[in-house]
């Protein structure tokens, strides 16, 4: 037996505790990442709270006196010397610039963004990014968790449910850094991404955990590093999607209960004048499940080439094939929707936490309560 052969056979079982060692590890980080975030939220300065209710509550003689004021002012001046004549532009309109506000469609809703979660407030802003700080260390130890859970086996660190779930929380958090790093206004995530990797984690090291093994000869394929990869990677931008679903749906409410004449709550208005306006994010939950369902219609043919490779059948409508399919259809009626005037906003919205909600039930119910050709290793 050659040296190779018995690395595969037998899982390296003091890399397996490394690797144990690296997640409670980035668990640790991730929560002091979690109290910063909370602090950056609780103790970030309100004086910014009204700046979206003022733009929607903006009275119309105000409104009126601005317009009749900047008709009233010449655009240019003709000054004559002598036989010249000059133009000059005043110096307070070279000075004003222009108000930029997020528009969702014509006749809807005009409101700026807000300033996040720290609210433009150097301590909140200095707890923010302390808690960035921790999000990225937390990052680094917990991929080395999972390379060195690889390293143990010597394959894909995804075979069994516990892999799949400590490789997706360091993907969605790798998500989360890179949207950072290309200055999106995104930092709002932070607080409910955390959160819901520590319970995913904690899920994982209780409920999930699998012991260091080999795979059955079905998984011994190139094809187990691309075709599960891009299905995690589809998983943590549709997570990140799906968390910007329901921040819209929430502001969007908000926003038409203030341009309604209602007056939220103290809790309501201070979380919501902070978040981004309804229009950035019912954008940016489209741009990310836009940019992500090619690649997830990648992950379904890859797994379908797969299948042919390993089962001699491209397609048997074994569950997990079937709850591909669906979010597949799911996210394709999303698209179809948010291109559709009559199922802009709300209606699209719904059928994009629906469509995953169908990513979930594919991953945890299929693979938990429904037993077919890829239960593997238990769960």
């Keep these: 037996m050659t040296l190779a052969t018995t690395l595969a056979a037998e899982p390296n079982e003091n890399l397996a505790h490394i690797s144990n060692v690296l997640i409670y590890s980035a668990m640790a980080v991730y929560l002091l990442a979690f109290f910063a975030l909370m602090a950056e939220w609780l103790f970030g300065s309100r004086s910014k709270v009204a700046r979206t209710a003022a733009a929607l509550t903006e ?20 000054r004559s010397q002598g036989g010249t004549a000059t133009l000059e532009r005043p110096k307070s309109a070279a000075k004003e610039a222009p108000k930029v506000v997020t528009r969702a469609a014509a006749g809807s809703r005009d409101v700026p963004d807000g300033p996040g979660a720290a609210a433009g407030d150097a301590q909140g802003d200095l707890y923010g990014r302390i808690a960035v700080s921790f999000i990225a260390l937390g990052f680094l130890i917990e991929v080395g968790g999972v390379v060195t859970r690889a390293l143990s086996v010597q394959r894909a660190p995804w075979g069994n449910m516990y892999e799949f779930n400590i490789t997706f929380s360091s993907v969605a958090v790798g998500v989360f850094l890179t949207l950072l790093a290309l200055k999106k206004n995104v930092r709002w995530i932070g607080l409910p991404l955390i959160t819901s990797i520590l319970l995913d984690l904690g899920l994982a090291v209780t409920v999930l955990y699998t012991e260091s093994d080999q795979l059955v000869p079905a998984l011994h394929s190139y094809w187990l590093w691309i075709h599960v990869s891009t299905a995690i990677f589809c998983g943590a931008a549709f997570y990140v999607g799906a968390v910007s679903t329901g921040a819209y749906l929430f502001k969007d409410s908000y926003e038409a ?4 004449g209602g007056k939220p709550g103290r809790f309501a208005t201070s979380v919501m004048e902070r978040l981004p306006a309804a229009a950035s994010l019912d954008k940016f939950t489209y741009r990310m499940n836009a940019a ?29 094939e079937v709850w591909s399919f669906i979010t597949w259809v799911a996210y394709a009626c999303y698209l179809h929707a948010r291109a559709t005037a009559g199922w802009k906003g709300r209606k699209a919205a719904y059928l994009a936490l629906i469509a995953f909600g169908c990513w979930l039930f594919n991953y945890y119910g299929v693979n938990i309560f429904v037993s077919g050709k890829h239960s593997y290793a238990g769960v």
């Design 292 to 320: 992500i369902f090619p690649l997830w219609t990648f992950t379904i043919i890859a797994g379908a080439i797969w299948a042919g490779d390993a089962w001699g059948r491209y397609w048997g409508w074994d569950p997990k």
């Design 59 to 78: 009275q119309p003689e105000r409104a009126d006196e601005s317009a009749a004021k900047a008709s009233a002012a010449p655009a240019v001046t003709v």
């Design 257 to 260: 209960k203030l341009q309604a």
